[in-house]
């Protein structure tokens, strides 16, 4: 069931789909998710350069004007801050058309697992999903105005660029790259918000439908693949975002001391985004075995007292042999997992979990050799 992360195409999914304006955007750009966030993020990041090169600001920092500047891979707090946030722009564009390209091949595999028509329900989904979207644009308002907050409170000169304090607390070269923040932090709170909204949304929808059609084959787990894949995919992408904003802590002026939370905070959302789908899944697989097992242990009974009370040979001959299969029948469904999750599924989960840690401590010792050339 392990879930390997490729780059699909959105070019041929039928406009119906596309029901969020990042999405088109990302067929603009070819229909490639991960391709147009790689542009997505070298024109945000390439803005910010421009702005800092056109007022003179790096000509400040270079030249010892500003000094104690504390540099990640030679860059400035402001300049990583804003390579970081352009990072997080091109992922936030490209997720969400990537989970849409495989969520619709899971949703035709689902719908075989179902028995209804692929169309059917993929066509239920997108009218369940388009009917919320009015919600998605107030959750991503909602979270963009946190976003000005986040920033007018963090980055310094951002409240001075405003006018809100007087007399002003930082200097205009401080101001000049907060106006770039001001926009590009907000957008990506909206597109975390909307995400996190409509992930909400489809978790209640396939909720939904698993509820009124799916049925439990206990001998045919792999028939829940699809379901687990979507899971895997969810936290996936929250864990490799939640690990792009871990790459702010390597710049000094960073205080480590909040690190370990935010670890902690990605932990507990990755695995939230996995289990939390997969609770319906395991309360079906629970009931079917209950079921399943006390069919079978009532039919043991019959078959036993018919083997140690029967008085015709032949029966109690059959009667032993149905036993006997029972009882092997009963010890394998005993057996079966009552979780749709298997041990390469949470192998790849576990690695999931490891990304936060490995692209923080590699940053660090990557930023430490090449400082040690330097």
């Known amino acids: 069931m392990g879930y390997v992360m490729g780059s699909s195409s959105i070019t041929k999914l039928p406009d119906k789909f596309l029901l969020y304006w990042d999405q088109k955007l ?14 997505v993020t070298v024109v945000s990041f390439v803005g910010f350069l421009a702005l800092a090169q056109g007022f003179g600001i790096y000509e400040m920092v270079n030249s010892g ?3 104690n500047v504390a540099r990640t891979f030679g860059m400035d707090p402001y300049t990583w801050a804003a390579l970081v946030s352009s990072l997080l722009t091109g992922f936030g564009f490209s997720a969400s058309s990537f989970a849409l390209v495989q969520d619709v091949r899971d949703i035709k595999s689902i719908a075989l697992v179902i028995g209804r028509d692929e169309e059917a329900l993929t066509d239920d989904w997108v009218e369940y999903v388009r009917a919320r979207i009015l919600r998605g644009r107030l959750a991503a308002i909602m979270f963009f105005l946190i976003g000005v907050a986040v ?7 951002a409240s001075d660029l405003l006018g809100l304090h007087d007399p002003e607390t930082y200097p205009w070269y401080q101001q000049v790259p907060a106006a770039w923040f001001l926009l590009f932090v907000p957008l990506n709170f909206a597109l975390l918000g909307k995400g996190a909204y409509f992930t909400v949304v489809d978790d209640r929808f396939h909720r939904d439908t698993r509820n009124a059609h799916l049925c ?29 904003c871990l ?11 909040a690190l370990l939370p935010f670890v902690f905070a990605i932990m507990v959302v990755a695995s939230l985004a996995l289990i939390a789908p997969l609770t319906g899944i395991h309360r079906k697989i629970s009931a079917t075995k209950r079921d399943e097992l006390r069919t079978v242990r009532s039919k043991i009974a019959v078959l036993r007292d018919e083997v140690l009370h029967g008085t015709n040979p032949t029966i109690t001959r059959n009667s032993a042999q149905r ?13 079966t997992s009552e979780w ?14 490891a990304i936060p840690v490995i692209s923080w401590v590699g940053g660090a010792l990557m930023e430490r050799v090449i400082d040690s050339l330097f």
């Open 26 to 39: 990302v067929r603009l750009l070819g229909g490639y998710p991960w391709r147009a966030g790689a542009v």
């Open 65 to 67: 004007a500003i000094p």
């Open 151 to 157: 920033v007018l409170y963090n980055i310094p000169g």
């Open 216 to 244: 439990i084959d206990l001998l045919h787990p792999e028939q829940l693949e699809p379901f687990t894949r979507m899971a895997l995919r969810r936290s996936l992408l929250w864990i490799v975002g939640s690990s792009i």
């Open 247 to 257: 790459l702010l802590f390597l710049n000094e002026a960073v205080s480590p001391t």
């Open 323 to 335: 036993l006997t299969g029972l009882v092997a029948y009963e010890g394998r469904v005993e057996k």
């Open 340 to 353: 749709p999750l298997d041990l390469p599924t949470l192998g790849t989960f576990s690695f999931y979990l």
